[in-house]
């Protein structure tokens, strides 16, 4: 039983690509389609399917009208339709920056300790068990340091692909900073479409998931538990930021939690006290 479909869904036949307890990913041609269990929730290429008629399927079609997975033909309601794109209006700025620092305090007191939150508050960063580790924690923290110069684009190369995970750890926290700009260019029209187009080029990589999310990400459009929680952000309880944070930490084992820390980081470089655009490099 089909629970969401992606408004983002190429067409065609697509082969499993990787296998894992709550997702299926399929590709084709460098198109990537996820086939989830409800708890992950929809996406702009997410198709969800009820766990009752949950299995290990090999190839899924895709059409207008309808999707197959091993064969088995399943129309496509309208009515399921993910709608990923991002709308958001900022009514009232000072509770939006205090729900942004609600934001802050429920990744400092859940997210993993191997995430990146520690660009947002040193004294999160653990001891390096390695020189590797070490190396990448220095790395991280120059990139932190670009991003509070406000050369954004400049912080890029040192993310792009760095850190572990199926999805880099350096990759979803572009992913984040690409959703802050899309936030600050839709409320307040201060960033150059450029600027976020040479960030995206800069980001891309060989991890077909990465890129396929930083795509995403580039044109406005996100999953499900960041959409809920970026409207939270704009005008919900305290309740309501916290629960759907806590949505979005339990994504991956860091990639939630790496996704909101470049979110933060950049956003806040425009909802605290630095206001100065025409400083700002990379456009």
């Not at 408004?7 to 989830?36: M, Q, R, Y």
């Not at 409207?231 to 979005?248: D, F, V, Y």
Request: net charge neutral; glycine share 8%.
């Amino acid at each position: 039983m089909l629970l969401s479909i992606g408004d983002c869904l190429p067409w065609g036949e697509f082969p499993v690509h990787s296998c894992f307890t709550k997702a299926i990913n399929f590709v084709h041609n460098g198109d990537i389609i996820s086939l989830v269990q409800p708890v992950v929730g929809a996406g702009p290429a997410n198709i969800v399917l009820h766990e009752d008629a949950w299995r290990n399927y090999r190839t899924l079609w895709v059409s207008d009208d309808a999707v197959q997975l091993d064969g088995i033909r399943m129309s496509i309601d309208e009515s399921i339709r993910y709608d990923s794109v991002l709308r958001l209006q900022i009514l009232d700025e000072r509770s939006f920056i205090a729900n942004l620092a609600i934001l802050e305090q429920e990744l400092f007191a859940a997210a993993p300790a191997e995430s990146m939150v520690f660009l947002l508050e040193p004294r999160f960063r653990q001891k390096a068990r390695s020189g590797f580790a070490k190396a990448l924690a220095e790395r991280f923290l120059a990139a932190a340091a670009l991003i509070r110069e406000n050369d954004f684009a400049g912080s890029i190369p040192l993310l792009r692909g760095a850190g572990p995970g199926l999805t880099p750890a350096g990759d979803d926290f572009i992913a984040g900073m690409l959703l802050a700009l899309q936030v600050e260019r839709q409320c307040r029209g201060e960033i150059p479409a450029a600027l976020i187009e040479r960030m995206y080029r800069g980001a891309l990589g060989e991890n077909l998931l990465s890129n396929t999310y930083l795509n995403f990400a580039r044109a406005g459009r996100v999953f499900a538990p960041m959409k809920n929680l970026l409207n939270a952000l704009s005008g919900g309880a305290p309740a309501e930021i916290r629960w759907h944070a806590g949505a979005l930490l339990a994504r991956g084992a860091t990639s939630g939690a790496d996704l909101a820390s470049g979110f933060c980081l950049t956003l806040r470089q425009f909802w605290k006290g630095n206001q100065d655009v025409d400083s700002r490099k990379g456009a």
